[in-house]
T-cell receptor, first 113, second 114 residues
Framework: NAGVTQTPKFQVLKTGQSMTLQCAQDMNHNSMYWYRQDPGMGLRLIYY???????DKGEVPNGYNVSRLNKREFSLRLESAAPSQTSVYFC????????????FGPGTRLTVL | QKEVEQNSGPLSVPEGAIASLNCTYSDRGSQSFFWYRQYSGKSPELIMFIYSNGDKEDGRFTAQLNKASQYVSLLIRDSQPSDSATYLCAVRGDRGSTLGRLYFGRGTQLTVWP
């Protein structure tokens, strides 16, 4: 089992460009999450999906959109990238919202120039 | 909004010592508390979960929870260089619109020197 996979691993964008970060899990989990991690800031929740067909905003949703494509896949889209979105993005999944453990993917390091 | 504060560190201890990591949280109604370990350039991984007042031990790790003081700590006994990492404290929302959401502190960087 691969667990949680993310693509791409690294990306450089220019201000105003758009892109989609992909996330997939093979653990048959219901819930999936997108976080960003900035130096010295810990992880902050951007969006999450409690189950297939539902999505909700987290702490820092502005500038992002998400799609829960199916039970396995949860994508994060930046419509018009800004330098403030330079960060490391982590996708995570858990069996359910109340599950003890969230399993994290390897992360995508995004730089916006 | 749930605030989670960690002692800023960095924390440096010699091999074999006890490392003590501390965390406070703002929401008195919080029930579930987590410690994640994150090696440099890697993703976080769960090492401890606690929800009852008192101590919970797992090998060399002990989590301590004091809900009255809104305080969570992680003790690492017999620290090893392989314990060198950033330790993230997290509090989970357990009701309403915060259900299942993790709120992380900024992390404490621990270095264990041989």
């Amino acid at each position: 089992n691969a667990g949680v996979t993310q693509t791409p691993k690294f990306q450089v964008l220019k201000t105003g460009q758009s892109m989609t970060l992909q996330c997939a899990q093979d653990m048959n989990h219901n819930s999936m999450y997108w976080y960003r991690q900035d130096p010295g800031m810990g992880l902050r929740l951007i969006y999450y999906s409690a189950s297939e067909g539902t999505t909700d905003k987290g702490e820092v949703p502005n500038g992002y959109n998400v799609s829960r494509l199916n039970k396995r896949e949860f994508s994060l889209r930046l419509e018009s990238a800004a330098p403030s979105q330079t960060s490391v993005y982590f996708c995570a999944s858990s069996e359910a919202l109340r599950s003890i453990e969230q399993f994290f993917g390897p992360g995508t390091r995004l730089t916006v120039l | 909004q749930k605030e989670v504060e960690q002692n800023s560190g960095p924390l440096s201890v010699p091999e074999g010592a006890i490392a003590s990591l501390n965390c406070t949280y703002s929401d008195r109604g919080s029930q579930s508390f987590f410690w994640y370990r994150q090696y440099s350039g890697k993703s976080p991984e769960l090492i401890m979960f606690i929800y009852s007042n008192g101590d919970k031990e797992d090998g060399r790790f002990t989590a301590q929870l004091n809900k009255a003081s809104q305080y969570v700590s992680l003790l690492i006994r017999d620290s090893q260089p392989s314990d060198s990492a950033t330790y993230l404290c997290a509090v989970r929302g357990d009701r309403g619109s915060t259900l299942g959401r993790l709120y992380f502190g900024r992390g404490t960087q621990l270095t264990v020197w041989p």
